[in-house]
Structure formats: structure tokens, C-alpha cells
């Protein structure tokens, strides 16, 4: 039972920031990330680090 309730908390804590996170950091990128060399050949590593990172904070 204590790993049932770790999971949905888990999950909880995913899809929140994937629902959250993701979408602001993408208008983020597509808008300002133009002008920027990295961010456009690094974007995809970037979302990935920036959601691993907002599921840390929503746990």
C-alpha cells in the first residue's frame, strides 16, 4: 500500500509539471529562443532537464 500511494504521488507530481511546465517552458523557447544558438540546437535536452527538474519541485 505504501508503494501504491508513492506511485500516484509520483504520477501526481508528473503529469502536474508536464501539464505546467512544459507548456510555459515551450512558448518560452519558440518566442525568445530564436535569437539564441543554443537554446535552438539544445531544446529538446533542455525541456527534458526543465521537467525532470519541475518534477523535483512539485514533489
Not at 27 to 45: A, K, P, T
Given at each position: 500500500?505504501?508503494?501504491?500511494n508513492?506511485?500516484?504521488?509520483?504520477?501526481r507530481a508528473?503529469?502536474?509539471?508536464?501539464?505546467?511546465?512544459?507548456?510555459?517552458?515551450l512558448f518560452?523557447l519558440?518566442?525568445?529562443?530564436r535569437?539564441?544558438?543554443?537554446?535552438?540546437n539544445?531544446?529538446?535536452?533542455m525541456i527534458?532537464?526543465?521537467w525532470?527538474?519541475?518534477?523535483?519541485?512539485?514533489?
Amino acid at each position: 500500500n505504501i508503494f501504491v500511494n508513492e506511485y500516484l504521488i509520483i504520477a501526481r507530481a508528473v503529469s502536474f509539471s508536464g501539464f505546467i511546465a512544459i507548456p510555459l517552458m515551450l512558448f518560452f523557447l519558440h518566442n525568445f529562443g530564436r535569437n539564441i544558438f543554443l537554446i535552438e540546437n539544445y531544446s529538446y535536452s533542455m525541456i527534458l532537464i526543465i521537467w525532470i527538474a519541475s518534477t523535483q519541485i512539485f514533489l
